[in-house]
Nanobody, 125 residues
């Protein structure tokens, strides 16, 4: 069974950090570009960051540039999202998704073939 599983979410104070992980089972992430998305209550899902299959190319939404870093360890079949200087507006359910495209071609949901179940991130004092 092909699965993506996110972990690492939780409650953190403003200014704090979290590292999300996206682990694959049943397939090898090496061939896929991976995107991170988030959805806050009452809002549409938005693309946050993307990394190419090799890890050599990354992309970030303007709202997270300079604070979030995406990386991947293909040997561990895992992609990470390091989130620093978190703000209350970062509160959302975070999802990872895999696209058979080797490069990040955008954040349209139809571009992505596999999705995780999501992990909750809450930024609050």
């Amino acid at each position: 069974q092909l699965q993506l599983v996110e972990s690492g979410g939780g409650l953190v104070q403003p200014g704090g950090s979290l590292r999300l992980s996206c682990a694959a089972s049943g397939f090898t992430l090496y061939y896929y570009a991976i995107g991170w998305f988030r959805q806050a209550p009452g809002k549409e899902r938005e693309g946050v960051s993307c990394v190419s299959s090799s890890g050599g190319s990354t992309n970030y939404a303007d709202s997270v540039k300079g604070r979030f870093t995406i990386s991947r360890d293909n040997a561990k079949n895992t992609v990470y999202l390091q989130m620093n200087s978190l703000k209350p507006e970062d509160t959302a359910v975070y999802y990872c998704a895999a696209t058979i495209d080797k490069y990040c071609s955008g954040y349209g949901p139809d571009l992505y073939n596999y999705w995780g179940q999501g992990t909750q991130v809450t930024v609050s004092s």
